[in-house]
């Protein structure tokens, strides 16, 4: 059973910056993409980054040049790197990875950004 544990999530302020984990149970090398997604009151779930086994990324328009995705093979982690953050950015942040046709999701992590 694959487990995705999403950490570091908390309250900042516009400006700040903050560190999201994710933790993977078993090799990521298993995942085809693993990314970041958030979903914020009243919206729908959106992408906000992903990162391909190649090591390519791509992110969205909304966060280009503020968050940065990144991957540790030898620690099962993915991680997102904001900074610049925004009182839009506030949303509860979900890790996905995604393999053969199947996705898996953390149970979530809050981003509040105050104004």
């Known amino acids: 059973q694959v487990q995705l544990v999403e950490s570091g999530g908390g309250l900042v302020q516009a400006g700040g910056s903050l560190t999201l984990s994710c933790a993977a149970s078993g090799s990521i090398f298993r995942f085809n993409t693993m990314g970041w997604y958030r979903q914020a009151p009243g919206k729908q779930r959106e992408l906000v980054a992903i990162i391909i086994s190649g090591g390519n990324t791509n992110y969205a328009d909304s966060v280009k040049g503020r968050f940065t995705i990144s991957r540790d093979n030898a620690k099962n982690t993915v991680y997102l790197y904001m900074n610049s953050l925004k009182p839009e950015d506030t949303a509860v942040y979900y890790c996905?990875?995604?393999?053969?046709?199947?996705?898996?999701w953390g149970q979530g992590t809050q981003v509040t950004v105050s104004s």
């Open positions: 996905n990875g995604y393999r053969l046709g199947i996705d898996y």
